[in-house]
């Protein structure tokens, strides 16, 4: 099973909210991660956790917050998000020991 | 720095033909490189890799890649090429500035587009 999923697939949010995406995987591996991906563009990193440690953070605002309460979770916690972070929100997982990254499907948001 | 180039924003090809979507890259460490394939409102999918070994990669869908170390290339290559394989084609490299997990290095991205 190579499946990462990711709740919820379309969000809408005001500027004012703060709302949370999840991912979750269930292949045993311990490095996860945050991307985010403007439309016909290339992913961009946003965090790495390794062992559920923040390993990787490529500065990014902090209205972005995530957290790995286990292994197999991921979250992005969002607050007083900007129209220009309107995106596709992908989370990915590898082994710790291996470079293969595995991609959910992603959470399409819309910040108004 | 390290990057990765991919030269061609749209590659154009009819069915049938073969196809091939370029992709350069520079590293400060090991070159491992990645080709993804990702199709509209979708995630990314893992097509192959290259980390040691073998330079022609053979990977999922019929793809394949030739690594190039001379020409610090890994162009991503199908013998005959469906329709169903258009969709907008990432190559990657790893970012050896981390060694806590595995953070990558993207190129722009190929559209690739292909006419019955």
């Known amino acids: 099973d190579t499946e990462v999923t990711q709740t919820p697939k379309h969000l809408v949010m005001g500027m004012t909210n703060k709302k949370s995406l999840k991912c979750e995987q269930h292949m045993g591996h311990r490095a996860m991660y945050w991307y985010k991906q403007k439309a016909k563009k290339p992913p961009e990193l946003m965090f790495v956790y390794s062992y559920e440690k923040l390993s990787i953070n490529e500065s990014v605002p902090s209205r972005f917050s995530p957290e790995c309460p286990n292994s197999s979770l991921l979250n992005l916690h969002l607050h007083a998000l900007q129209p220009e972070d309107s995106a596709l929100y992908l989370c990915?997982?590898?082994?710790?020991?291996?470079?293969?990254?595995?991609f959910g499907p992603g959470t399409r948001l819309l910040v108004l | 720095a390290q990057s990765v180039a991919q030269p061609e924003d749209q590659v154009n090809v009819a069915e049938g033909n073969p196809l091939t979507v370029k992709c350069t890259y520079s590293v400060s460490g090991n070159p491992y490189l990645f080709w993804y394939v990702q199709y509209p409102n979708r995630g990314l999918q893992f097509l192959l890799k290259?980390?040691?070994?073998?330079?022609l990669v053979k990977g999922s869908y019929g793809f394949e890649a030739e690594f190039n170390k001379s020409q610090t290339s890994f162009h991503l290559k199908k013998p005959s090429a469906l329709v169903s394989d258009s969709a907008l084609y990432f190559c990657?490299?790893?970012?050896?500035?981390?060694?806590?997990?595995?953070?990558?290095?993207f190129g722009k991205g190929t559209t690739l587009s292909v006419s019955s």
């Open positions: 990915a997982s590898s082994r710790a020991d291996q470079e293969t990254q595995y």
């Open positions: 290259y980390i040691t070994g073998d330079n």
């Open positions: 990657a490299v790893r970012d050896w500035r981390y060694q806590a997990g595995t953070a990558l290095i």
